[in-house]
């Protein structure tokens, strides 16, 4: 038994990328993690590991075993998946990789009352902006801007098209004046939003006379996602790009104020992109829970 709770951790480990990720999932200590990989490594005499502060990523050795034993556990997984389908209730990990945005504003509050309704169903959710390889980084789900996936992937629109706003406190027009352009924006302090693939910043779209506009502002802050630039910009650090429904209440309330809404940019609403084959009935019903119904309230 301590040898097969040693393969499910290094499996797990393998799985995650990191101890950490690894001993949150399972619900163990990081230290004991850590002790059942040594163990393993002195029973089967090799390596399996390399480890740094930063990272944990196989040898060679640890490659070719988790090749090997993580199909079988695969296997084992779909089994009691099956058998507590066979009382009738849908079961099994459903892994999701989403933006800030789509997580906040969709993915939780639709999957909340799923996981209420079917305690079996186990939800993963990894906030990320970039577009994911879902198959590469093991994820079940993917959601991104747009329909423009990759071959053997189902795309199922889950929101409506995304409208962007510029919005600033009502302190900042008041100081720096408003905005008539979108290049008149190079003369305001914005808040940008940093890129995660080659760490450049994010340019503002606008649409103006049948074209894309592209404006790369700058400002005294920068950040990584929606919610803190959002959080920023109530607090009066400059002007920021964000979705509509984000920023909507707060301009109801008065707390911020739109600008340049008449060449606002509008993007293709979120999509999630699966695998075509072997979806499994909990992802099946996550799927249907996010499905876009353009006539529900």
Known sequence: MDYYNGLVTFAA??????????????????????????????????????????????????ERLYQTIAPRFADIEAELVSLRAVRGQP?????????DHAVQTLIWPRLDALMAEFPDIRIEIDRDNRFTDIVANRFDIGVRLGNDVARDMIAVRIAPDMRMT???APACFDRDGRPQTPQALLEHNCISMRLPTHGGLMAWEFQQDGHVLSV???GQFVANDASTILNAAVSGRGLAWLPDDMVRPHVEAGRLESVLDACAMVYPGYHLYYVSRGASRAISMVVDRLRYTPDAT
Request: aromatic share 2%; no cysteine.
């Open 13 to 62: 480990i393998v799985r995650a990328g990191s101890f950490t990720r690894a001993a949150a999932q399972l619900g163990v200590s990081r230290s004991a993690l850590s002790h059942s990989v040594t163990t393993l490594e002195r029973d089967v005499g090799l390596k399996l590991l390399n480890r740094t502060t930063r990272s944990v990523s196989p040898t060679e050795a640890g």
């Open 166 to 168: 510029v919005v600033g």
């Open 91 to 99: 079961a099994g990990t459903v892994r999701i990789t989403a933006s």
């Open 216 to 218: 790369n502002v700058s």
